[in-house]
């Protein structure tokens, strides 16, 4: 079975979330003989993920099954799950219950708050090892989707395990959402080592949001920097959490004075700030910081993961895998997913990338071999023979103001965008500063607000 779930505790329990319901091992067990039940053959189906327990059912007795899932958050706009379900047709849906009446499809089985609806659709063929389907980062509708085999989560699962050390006695509180590759991460890594995952879909300005990460005894916690920005206002760093023993970020660069603090505030008080670095492409996670130089590699994504391992191509096209160099990231594991999909003729293929993924991000590597991500090859503009790396000014402009940011441009102007008036200047001369740039090729434009994702991650407004 899925992550061999059918050899944890029956009676242990693998799953809360904030509306108090809970699952047992048993039950995951349970459920997924339901499913083969009503889905005696393997097909396509969509998940319309919410991070409860109904939610995760579907997750799980899909991976059980032989069925594979393309998760998507239940939010998705009409149109591009319209799309997405045109294009894909998938056989299935598994949809909270409240929504039946808006998918309007026949139900033909109810479990913890998800139906399971027939579309009457004709889904394509699909690869043997094929065992999940999700979006590309950032393009939660977009058509193109990352192909993950079976082993690929496994893999993912296995090297978090080992990463974090993680036994049944953790209770994670997993409040990434569940279509977001980093919150499946979280689920399946907790779910192999028969652990308990407190699933929580509250923001994290909700009172019942720090009721369950105290009441239910969190030991580890893993957010996105966006998620840390937000818990530093909230004074996360001074309060009493007894029971919570690891930090952990991935998902995006933190600035440097937020990666400080969280390092500081581990040390101070005998936890552990493991910060992580991963994308969908490799499910999820693919290298890691080991807690004890938090301190001391403000920034850096450290090391490859257990089972995996990483590389530097340079400008020149010489690849190495130690010694200072930048270049390009390359990784190597199990975890490296099959391929993309842009078109349903897509999942009939198989392996493409056989285990070796070229990331598309910057990094210096340091004479120490700790990995630090300056950029993306794709986020990159050319002005007057200068290169800019759009990342680069974000973590610049957050690092040394306190505001959000955001920038764009083309190749004969540099658009920053923040949320904070009383800089603008300020920002502009600092830029001009870092980057050598002329003012005139720098406009600087104040917004109230940044546009994010459930994950965190910033959307461009044009």
């Known amino acids: 079975m899925f992550l061999n779930l059918d050899k944890k505790p029956p009676m242990s329990v693998a799953a809360i979330d904030d509306s108090r319901m809970s699952l047992t091992y048993g039950d995951i067990v349970s459920s997924a003989g339901e499913f083969s039940d009503v889905l005696p053959k393997r097909t ?82 699909l690869y043997p090892d094929l065992a999940l389907l999700l979006p590309t980062s950032g393009s939660t509708g977009s058509p193109k989707l990352v192909r993950h085999s079976y082993r690929n989560i496994e893999a993912n699962a296995e090297n978090v395990s080992m990463m974090f050390g993680i036994t049944p006695e953790f209770r994670a509180m997993a409040i990434l959402p569940m279509h977001y590759t980093m919150g499946l991460s979280v689920i399946a890594s907790h779910l192999y080592s028969g652990a308990t995952v407190l699933l929580c879909g509250k923001s994290m300005l909700d009172k019942s ?58 040390a101070r008080t005998g936890r552990q700030f493991i910060a992580t670095y991963g994308q969908t492409e490799g499910t999820a996670r693919m290298a890691y910081l080991p807690a004890e130089l938090a301190q001391t590699k403000t920034g850096s994504i450290g090391i490859a993961e257990p089972g995996g391992k990483l590389s530097i191509i340079d400008d020149s096209g010489t690849e190495t895998f ?54 993306r090859m794709k986020r990159f503009l050319k002005i007057f023979g200068l290169r800019i790396g759009l990342d680069e000014v974000e973590h610049i402009v957050k690092s040394a103001f306190d ?36 003012h005139k090729n720098i406009e600087v434009m104040c917004v109230d607000r940044i546009e994010r994702n459930e994950a965190g991650k910033a959307i461009l407004n044009k």
Request: glycine share 10%; hydrophobic share 35%.
């Open 44 to 125: 396509l189906i969509f998940i319309m993920a919410t991070n409860t327990v109904g939610s995760l059912l579907g997750y799980t007795s899909c991976l059980s099954d032989g069925i594979v899932p393309l998760v998507l958050s239940a939010h998705t706009e009409k149109d591009l799950y319209g799309h997405l379900r045109d294009l894909y047709r998938p056989e299935y849906l598994w949809i909270p219950s409240d929504m039946e009446s808006e998918f309007g499809y026949e139900r033909i089985f109810s479990s913890h708050g998800y139906s399971l609806v027939r579309t009457g659709l004709t889904p394509p063929d």
């Open 209 to 266: 949001f720090w009721s369950m990460l105290r009441d239910d005894h969190a030991t580890i916690l893993t957010g996105v920097p966006y998620s840390f920005e937000i818990l530093n206002k909230m004074r996360f760093f001074r309060m009493d959490l007894p029971d919570l023993s690891i930090i952990t970020q991935g998902g995006g660069r933190m600035s440097d004075d937020l990666f400080r603090t969280c390092a500081d505030y581990a």
């Open 322 to 375: 130690k010694g200072e160099a930048t270049g390009e990231m390359v990784y190597r594991g199990d975890n490296v997913t099959l391929g993309y999909a842009a078109c349903p003729e897509d999942l009939i293929k198989g392996d493409e990338n056989c285990g070796v993924l070229h990331t598309g991000d910057i990094a210096r590597r340091d004479a120490d071999g700790c990995y630090y991500i300056i950029g």
């Open 403 to 438: 505001t959000d940011c955001l920038c764009s441009g083309t190749d004969d102007m540099l658009t920053v965008r923040i949320t904070n008036p009383e800089i603008k200047d300020s920002v502009l001369d600092l830029i001009v500063e870092k980057t050598r740039l002329f």
